[in-house]
């Protein structure tokens, strides 16, 4: 029996950018009995750049997902490491819903003894250290380290993979050596072009975080197991029709 997963990517993305995410999902890594679509928000943040940005990004996608269990799939996973709407969706659904943050920071907890989140600018920090905060984890972190790059959610490393992937391992280095890291997490999706260079050179785990989200909503979805409604309970009247002001935001 086939198993779905909606994967929300919750920035506006082309095509051939939903097709550059979809394909670090190889046959290798997903399941055989498992297929995944990938879907963008339609409006909203452009690349999660503050709070304003945080909470369209929030809206947006819990539009994309609220009807995923009415539409027949088997999980939800949020493809950015903004765990944008990853509260709400468990509320509204019954259906495993993952985020790559939380995932991979509780993986990497298991990998080993401190960890560090390598990313592309400083603007990006506040989203790991909410997640950290509410997982109570600080003490696990050994730094958040950044190269000063705009990031561009459509274009993803494109045309910068000489460039960008050695500045990320330099930084990566650093918090090995100097910071103390044993296992390091790329800081956003869109960075998943990087993974197989670093997880190359690098002595140490290294977490690819739309892989580890996907594979979370898999061991869920194949245990049969999903998030506690006494942490997340439902709403007690659902009210998606409030999101049609959205669904008609091109």
């Not at 997340?232 to 049609?244: H, W």
Request: hydrophobic share 45%; proline share 6%.
């Amino acid at each position: 029996m086939t198993r779905r997963i909606l994967n929300i990517v919750p920035v506006p993305v082309p095509p051939a950018a939903l097709d550059a995410f979809r394909a670090q999902l190889s046959d290798e890594v997903v399941h055989p009995d498992f297929e995944n679509d990938f879907v963008a928000a339609r409006a909203g943040a452009r690349v999660i750049d503050s709070p304003y940005e945080q909470l369209l990004a929030e809206t947006f996608v819990l539009e994309a997902g609220a009807r995923a269990q009415e539409q027949g799939y088997d999980a939800v996973a949020i493809n950015s490491m903004s765990d944008s709407a990853l509260s709400a969706l468990r509320s509204r659904l019954e259906i495993p819903v993952v985020a790559p943050a939380s995932a991979s920071i509780l993986l990497a907890c298991l990998l080993g003894k401190k960890f560090s989140i390598i990313t592309m600018w400083p603007r990006w920090h506040s989203l790991y250290e909410k997640t950290i905060a509410e997982q109570g984890l600080a003490h696990r972190v050994a730094s958040i380290r950044d190269i000063g790059v705009r990031p561009d959610a459509a274009e993803l490393l494109a045309g910068k993979e000489e460039v960008v992937f050695e500045l990320l391992e330099r930084q990566a280095r650093a918090a090995i050596d100097e910071d103390g890291a044993d296992v390091i997490i790329l800081g956003s999706t869109t960075m998943h072009q990087s993974y197989e260079h670093l997880r190359t050179v690098l002595e140490v785990p290294v977490l690819n975080p739309g892989v580890v989200a996907e594979k979370f909503a898999e061991l869920l979805v194949l245990t049969g197991v999903s998030h506690s409604k006494k942490a997340y309970p439902s709403p007690e009247v659902v009210q998606d029709d409030l999101l049609d002001a959205v669904r008609s935001v091109r």
